[in-house]
C-alpha cells in the first residue's frame, strides 16, 4: 500500500482543482513544524515526498498523494502560523472548512501533536471543525524520541482531556517518531484498515 506505491498527485488551492472523489482518502493536519512531512515521507518510505508541501509557495495547498489504488493520503497545510497575513490564513480557513465538510470520500483525519506539548489551542480548534465536518479524527503524536516517560505521560493526559470534548475524536492516540520509527508500522496498518 505504501512503499514505492506513493506518488505525488497535484497540489489543490480551491475544491474545484480536487481530484475525482473515486476512492477512500485520508488527510494528516497539524501545526507547522509539528513533523508532518518527515511522517508522511516515513510512512511512505520516500525520502522527500513530502517535501513539495514545505516549499514556499506550495504550504497553502493540498496536498494529495497515491495509496497506491486504493486511495488518496491528503496532506493539509500546517497552521498556527504566527506570522501569517490575515487574508492568506482566512483563505486557507475558507478552503480547509470546504474540503472538510465536502469531500464524501474522506474517511479519517489524522491531528498530529507534538508529544512535547500535547494539544493546543490551534488544534482544538481543528478538532472542531472536524467535529462540525463529522470527520472522524485520530490523534498522532509526532516526535515522541524527543521526550521523557514522564514528559510524555503529561501530553498524554492533556491530550486526552481535550479529545474527551471532542464528538469526532477516535479514543485510542497514536505515537510516533519519524526520527526511530516507532509507531509507523502501526499508523501504516491502521490506514491500510479504513475502507
Ligand atoms: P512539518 O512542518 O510539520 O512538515 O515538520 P517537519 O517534518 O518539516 O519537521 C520539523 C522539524 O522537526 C524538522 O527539523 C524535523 O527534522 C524534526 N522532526 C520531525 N519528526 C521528528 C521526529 O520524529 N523526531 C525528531 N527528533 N525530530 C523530528
Not at 500535547?118 to 480548534?125: C, H, L, M, T
Request: glycine fraction near 8%; hydrophobic fraction near 45%.
Amino acid at each position: 500500500l505504501f512503499a514505492g506505491m506513493t506518488e505525488f498527485v497535484k497540489g489543490v488551492v480551491a475544491m474545484d482543482g480536487l481530484p475525482p472523489a473515486d476512492r477512500m482518502e485520508v488527510c494528516f493536519a497539524g501545526r507547522s513544524n509539528v513533523g508532518k512531512s518527515s511522517l508522511i515521507n516515513a510512512l511512505t518510505g520516500h525520502k522527500a515526498l513530502a517535501r513539495a508541501s514545505n516549499t514556499p509557495g506550495r504550504t497553502q495547498e493540498i496536498n494529495f498523494f497515491t495509496l497506491g489504488e486504493k486511495g488518496y493520503l491528503v496532506d493539509l497545510p500546517g497552521y498556527g502560523f504566527a506570522n501569517a497575513p490575515l487574508p492568506v490564513v482566512e483563505k486557507w480557513q475558507r478552503l480547509l472548512k470546504q474540503y472538510l465538510s465536502g469531500r464524501q470520500t474522506l474517511r479519517r483525519a489524522f491531528v498530529l501533536i507534538d508529544a512535547r506539548h500535547g494539544a493546543k489551542k490551534v488544534d482544538e480548534e481543528i478538532m472542531s471543525l472536524l467535529d462540525t465536518a463529522a470527520v472522524t479524527f485520530q490523534v498522532v503524536l509526532t516526535k515522541v524520541d524527543k521526550v521523557r516517560a514522564s514528559e510524555l505521560d503529561k501530553s498524554l493526559d492533556v491530550t486526552r482531556k481535550v479529545l474527551a470534548k471532542h464528538p469526532a475524536a477516535f479514543p485510542a492516540l497514536v505515537l510516533t517518531s519519524s526520527e526511530k520509527g516507532d509507531g509507523i508500522a502501526t499508523l501504516r496498518s491502521i490506514i491500510a484498515g479504513i475502507d
